[in-house]
């Protein structure tokens, strides 16, 4: 379990390198936040962020602006280099949520925090930002105070970058890991001991749950640790009535981050840090585009995703070595962030040309870590901790950033491809991604290398290829004497849709829904839309027995008749009515 406590002291024994970070200079930074309070997973309504975990999120965005952009951190002034500190630039701050109720209402608090209305927090002095004047001379103010729009990525199921937030979900390989495990014989005594406490809980939880959620009690076990604690916590928070108890509370998380670790942390089966290996390479790919745009975009990116990516991440990163608080799950809006820096040896030029970066070999990273925030106004109550990765110890709270980089590319899953690979996955997109055409590109490269997109690179060779058609065309014309000229005898209507003004029947201008083949949970083939189920999406969970599968109905490939057979019939209606 990671004690908020516990967590506390062993970053106090990292304090005094505080005055080593004095003078570094940041260039950017990728930070992963859990969602704060919401209603548990049990309810018969979707899961939606409560007031309090709206609270949360919004004093996490407001610890993260304090420490990147405003200048006013207490320890030192970690400011990113250019970044606007008053109006949001969605170019510079970004943000990616799951397809999630409660993930992305708390995205849309945390960003709230990170920048605030504008005309109520500042006194900037520029009117445009408290009202935009018309060509009537009238004046229009913006709404909500001043309210800014961050640019929030909303990542579902059905996308490919779903894979780099929860890499975890859709992988039938893990789930195949997972049930390996559970028929273990570590598993199982753990079943046994625990069978009592559980069995327990029976009378509340057939008391406190609506009529159709009852049957629930029949599942109260280990195999459902976290549901179980998610439930009880919340209740013990929001209902006094509950009789629910602060050592049952206590009881029943330690139960979930035993499970939780030892599904999500397991290293020694490399599929069951799924969630942690392409988070971590996807948050490699986001520095790496801070620095191909010489540190002009992606200066701050937000990443918003569930517990069991983090789990995995840090196994990962060894942190479960450094400290056992690190082999459970993070508290409510917890906020892991990596952090792209020069030290004070690094000459950074005054004032600093826009392609002025500095090279790979001048830069570190440091990791750092929140456990939870509290609905507190004393943000440095809730600051930032500094903690070692990859087996480093006290004396080495950051590392070069090249050796960074070999290190995760030796642990991280990037490619699609892979992926769906590795997880023998159904996704849609798998299909596209075996054949390399959807993915992100290679991490590989300096800060002066500008790759270009798979789709781009598409776009770039179909011109290519037009061209070069169109220059044999015109060689044949004028060397050949070759010709294009309209056949006799075959009319075609002026007026109507598409296919002319006489409709055959097998010529339907839209699709009929037999004819449209539709994938299961919002996948699109053809003009059809089904939509997504935006519950909380669990590997294991008991509530999804069927998962979140990607495998589409089959396409009706049936043949239809030929334009030309129309033509025809046309050609020979007509020649009926003038031999009339």
Request: charged share 15%.
């Amino acid at each position: 379990m990671i004690s908020l406590n516990s967590l506390v002291l062993l970053a106090a024994s990292y304090a005094w390198l505080a005055a080593a970070q004095q003078g570094d200079t940041v260039w950017g930074a990728v930070t992963v936040s859990t969602f704060g309070d919401r209603v548990p997973l049990l309810s018969p309504s979707y899961s939606v962020i409560t007031s309090l975990g709206a609270q949360q999120m919004y004093t996490a965005g407001q610890i993260v602006r304090e420490r990147y952009i405003t200048q006013s951190n207490a320890t030192g002034n970690y400011s990113i280099v250019g970044i606007s500190q008053n109006q949001i630039d969605n170019l510079q701050t970004l943000a990616y949520s799951l397809y999630e109720i409660f993930i992305d209402q708390s995205t849309q608090a945390f960003m709230a925090g990170l920048y605030p209305p504008l005309d109520t927090s500042f006194d900037i002095g520029i009117d445009t930002q408290q009202g935009q004047a018309l060509a009537d001379n009238t004046t229009v103010n913006w709404p909500v105070n001043g309210l800014q729009y961050p640019f929030v990525s909303s990542i579902s199921g059905n996308d490919f970058m779903d894979i780099y937030l929860e890499g975890m979900n859709n992988c039938p390989a893990l789930q195949e890991s997972i049930n390996d495990y559970k028929g273990s014989r570590d598993f199982e005594p753990t079943v046994s001991a625990t069978n009592d406490f559980y069995q327990s809980l029976a009378p509340e939880f057939v008391a406190a749950l609506p009529q159709n959620n009852t049957q629930f009690a029949w599942n109260l076990s280990y195999n459902n640790a976290y549901e179980i604690w998610d439930y009880l916590s919340y209740q013990y928070i929001h209902d006094a009535s509950s009789g629910i108890t602060q050592s049952t509370v206590d009881q029943a998380r330690h139960l979930a981050d035993a499970y939780t670790g030892s599904i999500y942390g397991n290293t020694t089966a490399t599929i069951q840090t799924m969630g942690g290996q392409t988070l971590i390479g996807y948050i490699l790919s986001l520095l790496h585009q801070n620095m191909r745009t010489f540190g002009q975009e992606q200066k701050l990116s937000n990443i918003f995703t569930s517990y069991e990516p983090l789990v995995s991440l840090f196994s990962l990163l060894g942190l479960d070595r450094l400290s056992d608080n690190f082999l459970g799950m993070p508290n409510l809006a917890s906020t892991v962030s990596f952090e792209l820096y020069t030290n004070s040896t690094v000459a950074v030029p005054n004032p600093l040309p826009s392609d002025w970066y500095p090279s790979m070999n001048d830069l570190n990273i440091r990791f750092l870590f929140r456990n939870g925030t509290t609905a507190s106004t004393n943000l440095s109550a809730n600051d930032l901790d500094v903690y070692p990765i990859f087996g480093n110890g006290p004396g080495q709270p950051s590392m070069p950033y090249s050796q960074f980089v070999a290190t995760v590319e030796n642990v991280m899953m990037l490619d699609v491809g892979n992926w769906c690979q590795t997880c023998q996955s159904n996704s849609v997109f798998c299909a596209a991604a075996t054949n390399g055409t959807i993915g992100l590109p290679s991490n590989s490269g300096s800060s002066s290398s500008h790759q270009v997109s798979p789709v781009i690179a598409g776009v770039i060779g179909a011109l290519v290829a037009l061209v070069v058609a169109g220059i044999f065309f015109l060689l044949a014309m004028l060397l050949f004497g070759i010709r294009f000229r309209k056949v006799k005898g075959q009319r075609r209507s002026e007026l109507g849709g598409f296919k002319g003004s006489e409709k055959l029947a097998s010529d339907p201008d839209l699709p009929s829904q037999k004819q449209v083949a539709t994938a299961k949970n919002g996948a699109v083939i053809g003009a059809s839309v089904v939509p997504e189920t935006t519950g909380h999406r669990r590997v294991e969970s008991w509530e999804l027995k069927e998962g979140r599968g990607g495998d589409g109905r089959a396409v009706d490939d049936r043949g239809r008749p030929s334009f030309e057979n129309d033509d025809e019939g046309r050609t020979k209606a007509a020649e009926a009515v003038e031999r009339v």
